[in-house]
Each structure stands twice: as structure tokens, then as C-alpha cells.
């Protein structure tokens, strides 16, 4: 052995306390994706404090409240239905909806939320030339914050609403249908007209 293997053999027996070899145990894992292994509900409630301790926004609502409007919400529920639920009023619901960046499709169909974002005319104005009412423009004006202040966190907050209710609707759907195929290809090519 040269000078520097023989340097590197001390070395490597000093930081090993002596052992001849050093191995890692191995783990065997399936797939590549680890897997959260907090409740959807722990899920949930991680999100939800989050966004209030990044945007401390107001609401009556406590965090399972806000949890039972994001799980209304992706159920496809109104506010409305949403409020009636939790005893509260459908424009708190609306409210918690926007501080959770969780958007509806048609919470703004009316009105060009681009062309309303950084309009200075006052409310009544902006009624007037798009038709609507006053308290309709504040709520795109809403709408349109609430898409920034998504859009600015990189959607963070609304693709991991996606990724724990939505995927959890993708994935009980998925499990019906297997086990719809599984049972029309087990019956398939079976007498079914038989009398008795």
C-alpha cells in the first residue's frame, strides 16, 4: 500500500470505530412517491393553518368549519347549502371560500375579472357600465383578489385542497368502477333471462 492508502484505511478506521466494513440496511419501497401518512382530515387542518397564519384573514368560522367548507366546496355544494349546514349565512361561507383560494367556476362568470382587477371607478360605477349590481361587483372584486393571492402563492394552497379531496373523490370513483368491471367481466357471457 502508497502513503495515501494507508492514510485513507486510518481514516476510515478512526470514523468507524474500527469495523472492518460499513453497510446500510436497505429499504424496499413501492414506487418512487412517498406517501403522507397523516389523516386526510390532519391533511386538511395543516392547510387551513397555514393559509391563516400566511394571510391572517377573519372569520367566524373555526378551522373545522373551514374544513367542512372546503370538503362542501368539492362536493359540489352552494354556499348556501354550505351555510345552512354550519348555522351560518352564505356570504361568510363565500368569504372563507375566497380567504381558502378555493374559486368556483362560476363565482364570476359575469363580468371580465381582468378587466374589473385594477379599475379605480368605485362600485356603483363599474354596476352601472357592466349591468350588475354594486354588492355583485364587490364580490368579483373578491373573486379577482382571491385569484391572486392564489395565483401569487403558486396555486400552493388550492392544488393541495386538490390533491387531498379531489384525489380522494378520484380515487373511491376508481375503486367503483374496478369493481363494476371486475363484476361485468365475471358475469359476462352468463345466462341472465332464466325462468323458473
Known sequence: MNDKTEELRDIFTDVTDGEETITESQENTRGSLERD???????????VTQLRERYEFETPLEDEEL??????????????????????????????????HLVGEDDADEVD????????EDDETLAEEYGVTAADIRRFRRVAAAKDESRAANDRYRDEFDSILADADLSAQM??????????????????????
Not at 367548507?69 to 372563507?96: K, M, P, Q
Not at 375579472?113 to 379605480?120: H, K, M, T
Open 37 to 47: 401518512e397523516r389523516s386526510d382530515d390532519e391533511r386538511l387542518e395543516s392547510v
Open 67 to 100: 374544513i367542512a367548507v372546503a370538503n362542501g366546496f368539492y362536493d359540489g355544494r352552494d354556499d348556501a347549502t354550505i351555510a345552512a349546514d354550519l348555522g351560518s349565512d352564505a356570504e361568510t361561507v363565500f368569504e372563507a371560500r375566497m380567504a381558502l
Open 113 to 120: 375579472l381582468v378587466a374589473i382587477r385594477d379599475r379605480e
Open 175 to 196: 375503486a367503483t368502477d374496478v369493481r363494476e368491471d371486475g363484476l361485468e367481466d365475471a358475469t359476462e357471457g352468463m345466462e341472465t333471462d332464466v325462468d323458473f
